[in-house]
């Protein structure tokens, strides 16, 4: 799965911004799909994922309320909106994709980010 992300730049304090995520194929089941930031000097922390088929949805504690994950398989998009933005979601995003998942795997396995095999190249957002 070949992963394009769009949609970073600037925003000031408590404002939004949209990022979103074209996929070469977006597996309608049994896939995770996920978005991550990274901060400099930080690790990659998961920001908010889809397990699809089900559309279980998880959030890392620092968005959640915030932002919100959703996808498109028709358009083979998923898209991460982001409100009340503050100076800690700096980050460069980046869109992810593992899967299948084994069938004894729960979902909350999407929110496991060192197996991913599939990454976008990231895209900037600034927040002051």
């Known amino acids: 799965v070949q992963l394009v992300e769009s949609g970073g730049g600037s925003a000031q304090t408590g404002g939004s911004l949209t990022l979103s995520c074209v996929a070469s194929?977006?597996?309608?089941?049994?896939?995770?799909m996920t978005w991550f930031r990274q901060r400099p000097g930080t690790q990659r922390e998961m920001v908010a994922s889809?397990?699809?088929?089900?559309?279980?949805?998880f959030y890392s504690g620092a968005v959640k309320g915030r932002f919100t994950v959703s996808g498109d398989p028709a358009r083979r998009i998923l898209t991460l909106n982001m409100n009340n933005l503050g100076p800690d979601d700096s980050a460069t995003y980046y869109c992810?994709?593992?899967?299948?998942?084994?069938?004894?795997?729960?979902?909350?396995?999407?929110?496991?980010?060192?197996?991913?095999?599939?990454w976008g190249q990231g895209t900037q957002v600034t927040v002051s």
């Open positions: 889809i397990y699809t088929g089900t559309e279980a949805k």
């Open positions: 194929r977006y597996p309608i089941s049994g896939f995770c």
């Open positions: 992810a994709a593992k899967g299948p998942l084994e069938a004894w795997m729960p979902p909350s396995q999407c929110k496991e980010g060192s197996d991913y095999t599939n």
